[in-house]
């Protein structure tokens, strides 16, 4: 679990593609001196994955085809800036929104605006969402804890960066026609499944919801 608040900008160094397992280094100096260890997950531009080696100023992680059919791994190359945030402890402070680091799909940067003082940013994401994402609601983009400033015709939301944000996360470098990750709000998510279930809506206690698995 995660908070959507990035600690670092990451540079990927190597991949290695296998058979089955894609492996990817990052270049992580303030990452990589922290308490940090191999078995250890880390959301790597909202994708969370396993630490296997930590070298120097390097770690490796890996992917299986399902996380790289899903997000935007495949666009990486050598020299891309990842956004970079290690799981949240019992007892952190919680001052993004609860990530999990699953994306639930990719999106389209569709423009970038300088808006006072602020740079608005506007995505188009995959129709089967639309469900997920209000106004005023959270949403993470590449890993970042954001809020939903509109949501616009053709499947289509706008987000307001503040400077803060554009430099430290890679946000900031993003144009038109960019992919992005997108993973919605784990609180609209388990409210859709509370809504489409066929369970007694009066009876909505933490009991009732493990016996038939919603939560």
Not at 152 to 177: K, Q
């Amino acid at each position: 679990m995660f908070t959507g608040l990035i600690e670092e900008i990451g540079k990927i160094t190597r991949f290695i593609s296998g058979t089955e397992i894609l492996s990817l280094s990052v270049l992580a100096p303030e990452i990589c001196s922290s308490d940090i260890k191999p078995g250890d997950s880390i959301a790597v531009s909202g994708v969370c994955l396993t630490i296997v080696k930590i070298q120097d100023q390097e770690f490796t992680v890996q992917a299986v085809p399902e996380t790289v059919q899903r997000t935007i791994l495949p666009d990486w190359t050598v020299g891309e800036r990842v956004n970079l945030e290690r799981s949240l402890t019992l007892g952190g402070r919680l001052d993004g929104h609860f990530v999990a680091g699953h994306v639930d799909g990719t999106g389209t940067v569709t423009a970038v605006k300088q808006e006072k003082g602020a740079q608005r940013l506007e995505v188009q994401f995959p129709g089967n969402l639309s469900r997920f994402i209000a106004e005023k609601g959270s949403i993470a983009v590449n890993g970042v804890s954001l809020t939903v400033a509109e949501i616009m015709p053709d499947n289509r939301f706008a987000i307001a960066l503040i400077p803060y944000t554009l430099s430290r996360t890679n946000l900031g470098g993003l144009v038109n026609g960019k992919q992005v990750n997108l993973e919605v709000d784990l609180l609209a998510r388990y409210l859709e499944r509370i809504n489409t279930a066929q369970i007694d809506k009066s009876d909505l206690t933490l009991e009732k919801l493990a016996e038939t698995g919603y939560v």
